[in-house]
Nanobody
Framework: QVQLVESGGGLVQPGGSLRLSCAASGSILSIYSMVWYRQAPGKQREFVAH???????RVADSVKGRFTISRDNAKNTMYLQMNSLKPEDTAVYYCNAQIKAVGKPASDYWGQGTQVTVSS
């Protein structure tokens, strides 16, 4: 049973920083792409940042220069360092990963989400 668990969300003032984590656990053989998405109230889920298994990254224009995605393959964990946060970054942040688990084909898995609120 593969699980993705996000952590690190919370309430922060505009201009502040947070670091989100997404830890994968279970009978994992390989983790390929890992992605952060977010969903604000009343809006569709949107792409935030992506990282490949070898560390190539891509981030959305709306967060470029402020957010950094990284991963620690030894820990099966992905991170999102969020700096200079703005109220419009308020959303539930979800992690997604393409994972090859024992006895299963490579599949997409989702975490449960972590709330980020940027407010004074």
């Amino acid at each position: 049973q593969v699980q993705l668990v996000e952590s690190g969300g919370g309430l922060v003032q505009p201009g502040g920083s947070l670091r989100l984590s997404c830890a994968a656990s279970g009978s994992i053989l390989s983790i390929y792409s890992m992605v952060w998405y977010r969903q604000a109230p009343g809006k569709q889920r949107e792409f935030v940042a992506h990282i490949t298994s070898v560390g190539s990254t891509r981030v959305a224009d709306s967060v470029k220069g402020r957010f950094t995605i990284s991963r620690d393959n030894a820990k099966n964990t992905m991170y999102l360092q969020m700096n200079s946060l703005k109220p419009e970054d308020t959303a539930v942040y979800y992690c997604n990963a393409q994972i090859k688990a024992v006895g299963k084909p490579a599949s997409d898995y989702w975490g449960q989400g972590t709330q980020v609120t940027v407010s004074s």
